[in-house]
């Protein structure tokens, strides 16, 4: 059974800075892409960052870039999100995603929510301002 726990969310001021971590259990991510989602209240759920199987190639969502940084160590079986110069519009909850391929081929497929098979429970993150 695959398991997916995102840590590491909480409240932040405008400015500030959080890392999210990804533990997974039940099956090596070492082959997967890997991805970051957020759903804000009242908002359907968008995309954030993500990176292939060997952290060879990464995507980000425009309202990210620059400011964010997704990451993983295949050998903790961990991604990560580092967000920096955080925004009070970047309060969600935000959520780690495991695709069964090793790669997206495109922006595109990369960024929509069914190209992935696996979901974390999530980790709030309020960002006050």
């Known amino acids: 059974q695959v398991q997916l726990v995102e840590s590491g969310g909480g409240l932040v001021q405008a400015g500030g800075s959080l890392r999210l971590s990804c533990a997974a259990s039940?099956?090596?991510?070492?082959?997967?892409?890997m991805g970051w989602f957020r759903q804000a209240p009242g908002k359907a759920r968008e995309f954030v960052a993500t990176?292939?199987?060997?952290?060879?190639?990464?995507y980000y969502a425009d309202s990210v870039k620059g400011r964010f940084t997704i990451s993983r160590d295949n050998a903790r079986n961990t991604i990560y999100l580092q967000m920096n110069s955080l925004k009070p519009e970047d309060t969600a909850v935000y959520y780690c995603?495991?695709?069964?391929?090793?790669?997206?081929?495109?922006?595109?497929?990369?960024?929509?929510?069914?190209?992935?098979?696996?979901w974390g429970q999530g980790t709030q993150v309020t960002v006050s301002s």
């Open positions: 990176i292939n199987w060997s952290g060879g190639s990464t």
């Open positions: 995603a495991l695709s069964r391929r090793p790669s997206h081929t495109t922006m595109r497929v990369a960024a929509t929510p069914m190209s992935y098979d696996y």
């Open positions: 039940g099956r090596s991510i070492s082959s997967s892409a």
